[in-house]
């Protein structure tokens, strides 16, 4: 497996490849091959995916300085290093499924990153310099242990999807739901005490005034819950038949807290609504106290 590892690194770095895919080799440590000498100055798309790396080497974007996409996913690393900020051509970073439990500062560094992964990790909290990430376009951090955003997010000017789902966070930053870009936010699955439903939210999209307004005339309801929580998702086109909700109406939670009318509205919206603006179902009658949504 050594020898073969080194002849396909040594034929990238003759032949000047752009891609090299290194998926599935069982790695423990970053090869060598890849840092000696000079590098592989003309890599632009790295795949190391479902290895068992821990670490990033400290000289990364010397030896590979004009990096675009690193695709990370399904390895063992704990922490992002300082030497991550320096590839500074990088549109693409993929940390999903790994054992993180830090993301450096530096990250902001990544002036030219579009698309962040970092989903099913150990994260507590994300970096304020996260918000210096101008150009970032898609945000994954969903599947950690966040309690909350960094202030700063709302910089992220070009964000247009942004997936937070089955973390610990507890509200919906206002800023948030203000970004120009901004198509989607997905919060499900975490500990939400209340939302921004007075919200002038980006056009054509349009808020219910209550919740209760909403329970009047459900667009969706969770299948599967096991414990009491709000989730909420704000996009601007959601095709239901692309989601789990799709065709669920069967034992609708809904459904249990006015059965007759919620029962009859929500079957009747599944008949003929394919797309909506706003989406919000509550799980059991202990969320629904907690929100008082009858009073």
Same mark, same amino acid.
Not at 48 to 68: D, F, G, I
Not at 170 to 177: D, G, S
Not at 194 to 213: A, V
């Given at each position: ?17 752009? &891609? =090299? ?30 290895? #068992? =790396? ?21 390895? &063992? ?8 900020? #320096? =590839? ?92 120009? #870009?901004? &198509? ?10 209340? =939302? ?100």
């Amino acid at each position: 497996m050594a020898s073969e590892l080194c002849k396909t690194i040594s034929e990238a770095k003759l032949e000047k490849h752009k &891609n =090299l895919f290194l998926n599935y080799r069982n790695l423990h440590h970053f090869p060598l091959e890849l840092l000696k000498d000079e590098g592989l100055q003309y890599l632009e798309r790295l795949y190391m995916k479902r290895n #068992s =790396l821990t670490t990033l080497p400290e000289n990364l974007a010397q030896k590979l300085p004009n990096l675009v996409e690193l695709y990370l996913h399904s390895n &063992n690393i704990v922490v992002v290093p300082e030497a991550i900020g #320096s =590839l500074v051509k990088l549109q693409f970073l993929d940390l999903s499924d790994n054992a993180l439990e830090i993301v450096c500062p530096e990250i902001g560094r990544l002036r030219s990153l579009r698309h962040l992964r970092l989903a099913n990790n150990q994260l507590k909290y994300l970096p304020a310099e996260v918000g210096d990430l101008r150009e970032l376009q898609t945000l994954d951090i969903s599947t950690n242990r966040l309690i909350t955003l960094p202030e700063r997010l709302h910089m992220c000017l070009s964000l247009q999807y942004l997936t937070a789902d089955r973390n610990h966070l507890w509200y919906v930053p206002r800023h948030l739901c203000q970004l120009p #870009s901004l &198509n989607e936010l997905s919060m499900a699955g975490n500990r939400l005490a209340f =939302l921004p439903l007075d919200l002038n939210f980006l056009t054509p999209i349009s808020l219910p005034k209550s919740l209760l307004e909403l329970l009047h005339c459900p667009l969706g309801h969770c299948h599967r819950c096991s414990q009491p929580m709000f989730t909420i998702v704000y996009p601007k086109l959601f095709p239901l038949r692309e989601t789990p909700m799709a065709g669920l109406h069967q034992g609708c939670a809904l459904c249990s807290f006015g059965k007759d009318m919620a029962e009859k509205n929500c079957h009747t919206l599944y008949k003929w609504r394919t797309t909506v603006s706003f989406v919000a179902y509550c799980c059991s009658t202990q969320c629904l106290q907690t929100f008082d949504l009858l009073s």
